[in-house]
């Protein structure tokens, strides 16, 4: 029944922004915690934010904290990305993923359901 689709990649240069969306399909968020997990090629995936249900707990990796912010509107059913200060040690493929529950993790296991991702590339 879950449906991810990520969208807001694309290429920028060296200390632009995104904003990555993430919105359900068939289904709602409501009690889910949520992550953003990010891929280089030939790198393993990558914890990058989470949020809790109602949005008073967050966590970051260390090499985004102060760049990145992950927020939700629950009424709309949808996460986001926002990434100033963009590195091309940034580039990657940027999944939103569930978790069944109100709780935050940065275990990339704890999640359940995953997106398709979408590409960002940092550039000049």
């Known amino acids: 029944e879950v449906q991810l689709v990520e969208s807001g990649g694309g290429l920028v240069q060296p200390g632009g922004s995104l904003r990555l969306s993430c919105a359900a399909s068939?289904?709602?968020?409501?009690?889910?915690?949520m992550g953003w997990v990010r891929q280089a090629p030939g790198k393993e995936r990558e914890f990058v934010a989470a949020?809790?249900?109602?949005?008073?707990?967050?966590d970051y990796a260390n090499s985004v904290k102060g760049r990145f912010t992950i927020s939700r509107d629950n009424a709309k059913n949808a996460v986001y990305l926002q990434m100033n200060s963009l590195k091309p040690e940034d580039t990657a493929v940027y999944y939103c993923a569930t978790r069944r529950s109100q709780t935050i993790s940065d275990r990339i296991e704890d999640y359940d359901s995953w997106g398709q991702g979408t590409q960002v590339t940092v550039s000049s």
């Open positions: 949020i809790s249900w109602l949005g008073g707990n967050t």
């Open positions: 068939a289904f709602t968020f409501n009690n889910y915690a």
